[in-house]
């Protein structure tokens, strides 16, 4: 049984605008929470609710300023800068049976945008329904232009993690960077541990824009969007390396992030993250972790439709035996959050 502290934080999911954070910094906390704590809570879908069928337009129920609505910001008692906040996904599911994605007008990796400007016109704009199963785990696509229909594994993540950017700005949920935000990473799912550099004191920390699926790079833009139920193991971090960049820790695999444009660059980011990473975990000079990380490392892409792009870089832990990131805080949060689940 869980001894943990539980705040359960209730969303407003009526889709009030005004009443909804959109930014990363800029926003005052919701709610305060002492590191260790259990945040049981709810985030809504990019589109803040709005999308109810395959016949509703982006265009037409959404003002393109609010998307990606966000839970929180929360204040993590005693966070500074220079401190690293965990954030363990103990569990994300899908709170609807129905999952939208959509083509936007100038939006997406295989169209023009307000960036690679053409001459020729956007692409339709068009609104694809997914059945969400949840028992059997899975989710149905159906095509809009004939009559296939295929089955996917359903696979719950979160596009939007991140902690208030440095200097006190404020970033769109819209654009992912050094501070997390929109990464869009399918790494993202339920049983992850993320790791954030606190830049402001309180941390500031958020989340949302719950994807029951993507693929990698999210190609037009936009996942199967669906609102989420979400269970987030709090933790802080003193008096270790600044993590400069998002690190995700999975059972099996640490992962390195990267923000930015063009997609070469945010490549670069990522494997110089993971080859800083490696070197604090091993004792490796950095040309020698540079050359292991060249032969260990796999990089999915996370999306190359944000603002920014972001890549990330994977190593399988079997690789670097013995390695313990963080000195084990993924596995301690890991139980705490299913000794929760066991009981809620």
């Known amino acids: 049984m869980s001894t943990a502290p539980v705040f359960k934080f209730e969303m407003d999911h009526d889709g009030d605008v005004s009443q909804l954070v959109y930014t990363f910094g800029g926003a005052e906390a919701r709610a305060a929470v002492a590191p260790g704590t259990i945040i049981d809570t709810s985030s809504l879908d990019c589109f803040a609710g709005k999308i109810h069928s395959k016949h509703d337009h982006v ?111 404020a970033r769109s949920a819209l654009t992912p960077g050094d501070w997390g935000g929109n990464m869009d990473t399918p790494e993202m799912r339920a049983g992850v541990t993320c790791f954030l550099g606190v830049n402001v004191e309180g941390a500031l920390f958020s989340f949302g824009d719950g994807h029951a699926r993507q ?5 037009c833009g936009v996942a199967v969007e669906t609102a989420m139920d979400t269970v987030i193991v709090v933790e802080l971090i003193k008096n270790v390396t600044p993590v400069l960049w998002p690190r995700i820790e999975s059972d099996t695999e640490i992962i390195t992030t990267g923000s930015t444009k063009p997609l070469e660059d945010a490549f670069r980011i990522s494997h110089l993250q993971m080859v800083n990473w490696v070197s604090e ?64």
């Not at 005693?78 to 996904?89: I, N, Q, S, T, Y």
């Not at 693929?215 to 190609?219: A, D, H, P, R, Y």
């Not at 996370?302 to 013995?322: F, M, Q, S």
Request: one cysteine or more; a negative charge; charged letters at 20%.
């Open 215 to 219: 693929g990698e790079g999210e190609t």
């Open 59 to 169: 265009s037409e129920v959404c003002d393109p300023r609010f998307l990606n609505p966000q839970t929180g910001p929360f204040y993590v008692e005693g966070a500074m800068p220079g401190d690293v906040l965990a954030l363990h996904f103990a569990s994300i599911e899908p709170r609807n049976t129905m999952g939208f994605s959509t083509t936007v007008p100038l939006f997406g990796a295989l169209t023009a945008n307000g960036f690679t400007q053409m001459l020729h016109q956007p692409l339709p704009e068009m609104t694809w329904a997914y059945d969400i199963d949840r028992e059997n785990r899975t989710v149905r696509y159906e095509a809009r232009e004939s009559e296939a229909l295929y089955t996917l594994p359903l696979d719950p993540m979160h596009g939007t993690v991140g902690v208030a950017p440095a200097l006190n700005e």
């Open 281 to 344: 975990l091993t004792g490796l000079s950095p040309m020698d972790s540079y050359q292991f990380v060249s032969q260990a490392a796999t990089t999915p892409v996370a999306n190359v439709v944000d603002t920014n792009y972001t890549v990330t870089a994977k190593i399988k832990k079997e690789y670097l035996p013995g390695i313990m990131p963080f000195n084990g805080v993924h596995s301690r949060l890991r139980e705490i959050g299913k000794a929760y689940l066991a009981t809620r």
